[in-house]
C-alpha cells in the first residue's frame, strides 16, 4: 500500500523553526552603516540586534525600494562594512569556526565569491551535502563548526580589498532559510591599505540579481496543500487537521509522518468527524483526481 508521507504538509505540521548561523573566525564582516544606507534601517537594525539570521528572514525586513541592497550576497553587508580585510597567500590554509546557534537540516558550502559579479570562483572551498542535521548533535559534527579551508591562487581576480570574499553559505530547504557571512581578503597586489573605502562596495551595483538557485524565497517551508483537489471540503480538512501538541495515535493526535490513506482516513473519522472523512474516502476511492495526492 502506497504511503502518502506529503499529505503532511496539508495539516501544517511543518514548523518554521528559524536556525542561526555565522562565521565566528576569522573575523567576519558585520553590519554596519554601509548595510544601513544600502538595505535601511529596519533590516539594520535587525541584524545589528541578531546578526545570526537568515537572508529570507531579512528580506522580509526591506521596506521600500532599495535598489542598492544585495541581500544575497553577504546578506546585505556591503564591503564598506568590512572590519579586517586579510591578506592571504595562494595555497595558505585558514582555520575556519563557525557558530551555529540553531542547527536545521541542510547543505552548506565556503566558496570564494567575486563581489562584482557575485560569482563564485572555482570550485567550492569545502561543501557539505549534510550539514547541521537537527538529528544529530552538533559536538559529534567538529567538522561542521571547526574545519580548514586551503586558498587557490586567486591573485588575480582578488588582488584588491573589496575584489573578493569568502563567503560561508548554509542553506536548509525545508524551512527555506538561507544563511550567509563573508570574509573579506585579498592576494598579492602588493601591500595595500585594509581600510574599506566606500567607493568600492558602490561600484558593482549592476549585479544585485540574487543567486538563481537561492532566488526563490519561501517555496520549501510550506508546500501546497495536497487534498483539496480530491475533497470537496478543503478548508474543513485544513481547518480540523490544525495539529494539537499532543502526541500518540488516535483522536487529538497529530498526523504521523508517514501513513496510508486508511489510516488517513481513520485519523480524519477521528479527527474531523466521519462526513468529512467518508468525502474524502469517497474522494480517493473515485480517484477523480489521481495526483490531488503528491507522493
Ligand atoms: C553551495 O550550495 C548551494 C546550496 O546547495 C548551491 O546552490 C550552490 O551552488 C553551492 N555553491 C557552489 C559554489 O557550488
Redesign the pocket.
Known sequence: MKSYSAVVALAGLVSSVAAHGFISSPTPRQPGQGLKAACGDQVYNQQSSDHFGNVQGALQNLQGSQPDCRMWHCKGVPFSDAGEVFDYTPGQVIPMKVEIRAPHDG???V?IVKVSSDT?IG??LI?WDQYALTSSPLSQHPDWTSFDIKMPDVSSECAKAGDCVIQW?W?APKISQTYESCIDFKMGGGSGGSAPSPSASAAPASSAAP?P??AAPATSATPTATVPAATPTPSKVEEVATPTASSGAGEGSTLPKSFTIDSFITWLRANAGSDTATKVSRAVAERAHPRAFRV
Open positions: 547543505v552548506a558550502n566558496s563564485v570550485q567550492p561543501s553559505y542553506d543567486k538557485s537561492s
